[in-house]
């Protein structure tokens, strides 16, 4: 299983820019998935964006397409998420996951960020 550990959360405004970071432990992140997702207060956990081990991305969300781009390093088993055009409703609990044999099987404990209007 992949130990997952979220970072670069903070507090920004709305128009700014942050950049998360998912460090995986494990020998098998080059072969996995990665994927971010988010929970607002008081939603569900919602699926932001996913990485193929090759690089290519699956469709993101409607809501974050044309400003969140997925990224990762192999070689630094590390996966991220440049946020950019941030938006109040983009405040949420955002979560690392590596995706196993029978879907999204470990997460992260989260990162929390904030978007002020």
């Known amino acids: 299983q992949v130990q997952l550990v979220e970072s670069g959360g903070g507090l920004v405004q709305a128009g700014g820019s942050l950049r998360l970071s998912c460090a995986a432990s494990?020998?098998?992140?080059?072969?996995?998935?990665m994927g971010w997702f988010r929970q607002a207060p008081g939603k569900e956990r919602e699926f932001v964006a996913a990485?193929?081990?090759?690089?290519?991305?699956?469709p993101y969300a409607h809501s974050v397409k044309g400003r969140f781009t997925i990224s990762r390093d192999n070689n630094k088993n590390t996966v991220y998420l440049q946020m950019n055009s941030l938006k109040p409703e983009d405040t949420a609990v955002y979560y690392c996951?590596?995706?196993?044999?029978?879907?999204?099987?470990?997460w992260g404990q989260g990162t929390q960020v904030t978007v002020s209007s």
């Open positions: 494990g020998r098998t992140f080059s072969s996995t998935t």
């Open positions: 990485i193929t081990r090759s690089g290519i991305t699956t």
């Open positions: 996951a590596a995706q196993g044999t029978t879907g999204w099987g470990s």
